[in-house]
């Protein structure tokens, strides 16, 4: 099973019902990306008008918190309609209690983590993640080049959650993925695929959304 999640960080968001009726009929889910201007340089939303997107997404929403505290700040998160709530790894003391915190609340959980963190360090946390996100570009911002070299990685989280049994988790790679990359995303092991610039720079967004669904389906 391919998922293709839309990230509106570059879409226009002056009109973001627009944006979101765009997409809303080829999107598996609408990836929304939380940057406090800590954990990360960049800001984007506030959780107030972060909050106000996921109420009013007619899609399913996947919040990616690049936050700092997210023990602590991820908890307001888990009270909204968002289905999958992902915090990073580097920012939590007690990743596995925040994991649980989010799933008790009926949403996924997702971990996540960024290039210089060795995929090693998510191991003794799988049986508490629904979604491991192997970020391929430095979060922060969109339109970066992807990093193959992350490559590895994914495949040693495929092969360790192969081996697990633990079919049912997905694994998203999130930064650079467009109509020449997700291929070799796909060929490594991921089935969850976040598509910011690729997708809104485009002059038909869902149009480009079925052509990655395509290109991925199209791996063997
Ligand atoms: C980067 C964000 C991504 C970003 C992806 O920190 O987590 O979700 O929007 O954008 P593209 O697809 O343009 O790399
Ligand atoms: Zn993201």
Not at 4 to 16: K, M
Not at 67 to 83: F, G, H, M, Q, R
Not at 200 to 207: D, L
Request: glycine share 6%.
């Amino acid at each position: 099973m391919i998922r293709i999640c839309p990230s509106i960080l570059n879409a226009n968001l002056d009109d973001l019902p627009g944006e979101i009726a765009k997409i809303a009929s080829a999107s598996d889910l609408l990836h929304l990306d939380v940057m406090d201007g800590i954990f990360v340089p960049n800001f984007t939303f506030d959780f107030p008008r972060a909050r106000e997107i996921i109420e009013s997404s007619d899609i399913d929403v996947d919040v990616h918190l690049m936050i700092a505290n997210a023990d602590t700040e991820s908890l307001a998160y888990t009270d909204t309609k968002a289905v999958s709530i992902t915090v990073h790894l580097e920012a939590c003391v007690d990743p596995e209690q925040t994991l649980k915190n989010i799933r008790k609340k009926g949403k996924r959980a997702a971990l996540a983590i960024k290039p210089s963190t060795p995929v090693s360090a998510i191991q003794e946390l799988v049986d508490h993640i629904d979604m491991v996100l192997i970020m391929t570009v430095e979060p922060g911002f969109g339109g970066q080049s992807f990093m193959s070299e992350m490559m590895p990685k994914v495949q040693s989280a495929r092969h360790y959650l192969e081996q697990k049994g633990l079919s049912d988790t997905w694994l998203q790679v999130d930064g650079g993925i467009n109509e020449s990359t997700i291929s070799i995303a796909r060929k490594a092991g991921a089935d969850t695929f976040v598509a910011g610039s690729a997708v809104f720079k485009s002059e038909n967004p869902a149009g480009m959304i079925e052509t990655l669904r395509r290109l991925a389906s199209a791996v063997k």
